[in-house]
């Protein structure tokens, strides 16, 4: 053991203590309100065995006979208005009718069942991919506009400004509603295209000044030498300013990342199935706010924990390269 591991052992298990500490408030919590915890069946919230109905009575019949023949079953029926016959063959694990029994229209005859995804899986894959795509085209936007915030044209350099600072004055819950009730009236836009450009005009604002910053921090002399050497602007800032730029503001790229994915969680108020929306429906079925919602955090956990621990990776990285 290093002697900088011996020096903070003690301020380690300081932390263990204030942990247990929190934990011991948060089962008294629990007790004192005298809620009955219930972990039974959640998993059918994540993945359930849904049954998928193969074949249904045309109208009112009888079931006449059922003809097992190596691993199908022939079902004969018997309408009961025109007395006509009419047979049926189903896999024999997958007749649900006996014989004799009386069937009405719609009953169904023959089902099977398959493993489904639960509104917590549907959600966390929502939750993903909206993330991603916002992500990348946030990324996009704050780029450009972040060029233009440092632009030596005025137009380009007032309407970045217009921009990033309107976007980061409102909160994204409003930006959302005007994108998908205002924009989306007009243009016709779907819910999920409307999340995707809510949330990424909103990170290309943060994004923005992330990257003007990150330009910014790069000393003047390179870019004079640069152009010494006869390079333009536009390759000057391609080849030797943004590659040294991104390394440095990469940290807080994750950090906004990890918070997109968060915002996601406002796009239950336009109807959209994400974690947040997913926690509320299973909420209302089940009657078990307490664990769905420590479920719906774990998703979040599972998303977000990743990329923090590669937030402080790079942030190691960057640190020893410079």
Not at 80 to 99: P, R
Not at 287 to 304: D, Q, R
Request: glycine residues 6%; hydrophobic residues 50%; charged residues 15%.
């Amino acid at each position: 053991m290093s002697r900088t591991s011996k020096r903070h052992w003690p301020w380690h298990l300081l932390t263990l203590a204030i942990l247990a500490v929190i934990a011991l408030i948060f089962w008294y919590a629990t007790v004192s309100t005298a809620y009955k915890w219930d972990w039974n069946n959640i998993s059918n919230y994540f993945y359930y065995n849904k049954e998928v109905i193969l074949e249904t009575a045309p109208s009112d019949v009888g079931v006449a006979s059922l003809d097992q023949q190596g691993q199908k079953t022939i079902i004969t029926l018997v309408d009961y208005a025109t007395d006509e016959e009419f047979k049926i063959t189903a896999n024999a694990d997958e007749v649900k009718v006996f014989k004799g029994q009386e069937l009405v229209e719609g009953d169904t005859i023959s089902s099977t069942t398959q493993w489904t995804a639960g509104p917590f899986v549907q959600g966390f894959w929502t939750t993903l991919w909206l993330s991603v795509v916002s992500g990348i085209l946030g990324l996009v936007i704050g780029l450009i506009a972040g060029l233009c915030r440092i632009s030596k044209n005025p137009t380009l350099r007032d309407l970045s400004t217009v921009y990033v600072e309107l976007i980061r004055a409102l909160p994204l819950l409003v930006i959302i509603f005007i994108i998908y009730y205002f924009f989306g009236t007009i243009l016709k836009l779907s819910h999920e295209t409307a999340a995707i450009i809510s949330l990424s005009f909103s990170a290309g604002a943060y994004i923005a000044e992330i990257v003007r910053g990150g330009i910014q921090s790069i000393s003047k002399g390179q870019t004079e030498a640069a152009r010494s050497l006869g390079m333009g602007a536009a390759s000057t800032m391609c080849v030797i300013i943004l590659p040294q730029a991104f390394r440095r503001i990469l940290p807080a790229l994750t950090g906004q990342f990890i918070n997109l994915v968060k915002d996601t969680s406002l796009l239950s108020a336009i109807s959209i199935i994400e974690i947040t929306r997913a926690a509320q429906l299973a909420t209302t079925t089940s009657m078990k706010p307490f664990e769905m919602w420590f479920c719906a955090a774990a998703l979040y956990l599972l998303i977000n924990i990743p990329l923090s621990v590669l937030a402080h990776y790079l942030e190691r990285r960057l640190a020893k390269s410079d």
